[in-house]
Nanobody, 119 residues
Framework: QVQLMESGGGLVQPGGSLRLSCAASGTIFRVNDMGWYRQVPGKERELVASINSGGRTNYADSVKGRFTIDRDYAKKMVWLQMSSLKPEDTAVYYC?????????????WGQGTQVTVSS
């Protein structure tokens, strides 16, 4: 069974930094696109950053220049380095990945990790 497990969330002051990690486990033949989304109560989940299998990255305008996404293909991991954090970055952050496993290719979600930016 394929799973995504996030870690690294927490409480940070405005201007601070956090690094989120996400690891894929299970019977995995290939990991294609990986990304991070976030969601606040009452709003739709939104894309924060993504990285495809070729290493091409994409960022939401609101985080460009502050967040960096990276991945390790062998370890099946993706990270989100967040800097210059703002209160509006407060959300539950979810890892997402397109994974080819025993049931074919599908998208998987992690359980989410809370990021709170507050003084």
């Amino acid at each position: 069974q394929v799973q995504l497990m996030e870690s690294g969330g927490g409480l940070v002051q405005p201007g601070g930094s956090l690094r989120l990690s996400c690891a894929a486990s299970g019977t995995i033949f290939r990991v294609n696109d990986m990304g991070w989304y976030r969601q606040v109560p009452g709003k739709e989940r939104e894309l924060v950053a993504s990285i495809n299998s070729g290493g091409r990255t994409n960022y939401a305008d609101s985080v460009k220049g502050r967040f960096t996404i990276d991945r390790d293909y062998a370890k099946k991991m993706v990270w989100l380095q967040m800097s210059s954090l703002k209160p509006e970055d407060t959300a539950v952050y979810y890892c997402n990945a397109a994974i080819v496993g025993t049931v074919g290719s599908r998208y998987y979600w992690g359980q989410g990790t809370q990021v709170t930016v507050s003084s």
